[in-house]
């Protein structure tokens, strides 16, 4: 998000020689685990799109926090665009958990289990930010109240994490300890080969959305401006 960036067509190809690297290694090269065997592939894959989401609601706060300091609509729109790809994300995490949880658990989901619950909430939460900011007209208060509302939201961000590191082991392994990486071999590498194409790809969508939100403003102002 500075002033020097990777052009777009770059990231676009990054994005896909990556996500195709990692269904590769996901598929072909990880090894079968021991208790869900081939079915636990899909960890690879709801764990580094989990982190993907956390990071675009982030992102999307630290947004917000730009737009409330200096007041800059910029920041305001990239704070939008920002938790509108965390909930592409966030959709992604809750139908990757109903599967692994239907394959772990034998049910698409278990009210009991507080790091699906949580999750829910939180993506809810930033379900509620958009019927906030589309229920107010287009201005500063819009962007005022937007920026606060998302700023509360990463709050409960470090909640849905420790809820998913204190969920059962065989359900979310633990990828990173205090003491380093939990696994080794094929499965580390190709857990970082899928997180790092979820992130790419994040940033891909959302440099592409930006893009198309900033050129509509433009084209609007012209309009008036013309009128």
């Not at 287009?138 to 998913?164: C, E, H, K, T, W």
Request: hydrophobic residues 55%.
């Amino acid at each position: 998000m500075g002033r020097t960036r990777i052009p777009l067509p770059a990231l676009a190809v990054s994005s896909v020689v990556l996500v195709t690297t990692a269904l590769a290694f996901v598929f072909f090269v990880a090894p079968n685990d021991q208790s869900l065997g081939f079915s636990q592939r899909i960890f690879y894959f709801h764990v580094s799109i989990a982190f993907a989401a956390y990071a675009c609601f982030i992102c999307g706060a630290w947004q917000a926090l730009r737009h409330l300091w200096k007041r800059d609509p910029r920041a305001d729109l990239a704070s939008y665009v920002c938790v509108h790809q965390g909930l592409i994300f966030g959709t992604m995490v809750l139908i990757t958990g109903s599967i692994w949880a239907k394959v772990a658990w034998g049910r698409w989901w278990i009210w009991s289990e507080d790091e699906l619950v949580l999750f829910l909430v939180l993506y809810l939460f930033y379900c509620a930010y958009f019927m906030l900011r589309f229920s107010v007209d287009p201005g500063p208060q819009r962007a005022n109240l937007s920026a606060v509302y998302a700023l509360f939201g990463v709050v409960l961000i470090p909640v849905s994490f420790s809820a998913i590191r204190l969920a059962r082991a065989y359900f979310h392994p633990q990828v990173f300890t205090l003491h380093g990486p939990n696994f080794g071999g094929w499965i580390l590498v190709t857990y970082c080969m899928a997180q790092a194409a979820m992130l790419v790809l994040a940033y891909t969508l959302y440099r592409l959305e930006i893009g198309g939100k900033r050129l509509d403003v433009r084209l609007r102002r012209l309009r008036e401006a013309l009128a």
